[in-house]
C-alpha cells in the first residue's frame, strides 16, 4: 500500500522563475494539505484541498496556488519565487469527509533551492 | 507568531533511560496535540495524539501529558531505544479547521548506547 507520494525529490530554480510540486495521496484518501518547511523551522501550512476546491488556506501569498484532480491528487505552483521561498514542500494526506479528527500522513517531500 | 513552541533544539538520552520531550502552546482554541516523528530523507510519520479534554494518553512506551492550565504537554519515552533518534515535532489543530496543524520547530532526540 503506497503512502504519499511526491515528485520531484529535488529541484534547483532561480529567482523569478516558476514550479510545481505534484503529490499522489495514500489510497483511500480523498484531502491534500501542503506545508513548507524552511530550515530549522516546523512544517508551515500553506492551504488545504478537499473536492478539487481550496478549503483552507494559510498566510502564504497569491504566488502560491494549487490544484487538486478527480483522483484526488495535487499540484503546488510557486510563481516569481523567491530566495526565501527555499524549503522542504510537504504533502500530506487525510480522509475529509469524516469531519472528524483524523491524523495526516505525509510525503516525504521536495527539496527546493532557489539560487 | 509561533503558536507551538519547542524549546529545546536538542535532547540526549542514555538507551534505557526515560526521555521527556516538551511542547507549549498559546492558542487556548486548540482541540487536538500531536506528536510526530521525523527521520532525515522522510516525511514526518504520526506517533501519538491527544485531545484537549484529556489529560493523558498511552501507547506503548508513549505517552503524552496534556495541562491545560499551563498550556503545555509533553511526551514520555519509556525507555528510550536508539532506533527512537530523529526530530519530534509537536503539533496542534482546532476542531473547526482540521488539517491544518500548527507545528513547533522540533527537538532532536538522540538516544547513545
Known amino acids: 500500500d503506497a503512502g504519499v507520494t511526491q515528485s520531484p525529490t529535488h529541484l534547483i530554480k532561480t529567482r523569478g522563475q516558476q514550479v510545481t510540486l505534484r503529490c499522489s495521496p495514500k489510497?483511500?484518501?480523498?484531502?491534500v494539505s501542503w506545508y513548507q518547511q524552511a530550515l530549522g523551522q516546523g512544517p508551515q501550512f500553506i492551504f488545504q484541498y478537499y473536492e478539487e476546491e481550496e478549503r483552507q488556506r494559510g498566510n502564504f501569498p497569491d504566488r502560491f496556488s494549487g490544484h487538486q484532480f478527480p483522483n484526488y491528487s495535487s499540484e503546488l505552483n510557486v510563481n516569481a519565487l523567491l530566495l526565501g521561498d527555499s524549503a522542504l514542500y510537504l504533502c500530506a494526506s487525510s480522509l475529509g469527509t469524516t469531519g472528524l479528527f483524523n491524523v495526516l500522513t505525509f510525503g516525504a517531500g521536495s527539496r527546493l533551492t532557489v539560487l | 507568531d509561533q503558536q507551538v513552541k519547542q524549546n529545546s533544539p536538542s535532547l540526549s538520552v542514555q538507551e534505557g533511560r526515560i526521555s521527556i520531550l516538551n511542547c507549549d502552546y498559546t492558542n487556548s482554541m486548540f482541540d487536538y496535540f500531536l506528536w510526530y516523528k521525523k527521520y532525515p530523507a522522510e516525511g514526518p510519520t504520526f506517533l501519538i495524539s491527544i485531545s484537549s479534554i484529556k489529560d493523558k494518553n498511552e501507547d506503548g512506551r508513549f505517552t503524552v501529558f496534556l495541562n491545560k492550565s499551563a498550556k503545555h504537554l509533553s511526551l514520555h519515552i519509556v525507555p528510550s531505544q536508539p532506533g527512537d533518534s530523529a526530530v519530534y515535532f509537536c503539533a496542534a489543530e482546532r476542531g473547526s479547521t482540521l488539517g491544518r496543524l500548527y507545528f513547533g520547530r522540533g527537538t532532536q532526540l538522540t538516544v547513545w548506547p
Open positions: 489510497s483511500g484518501h480523498d484531502t
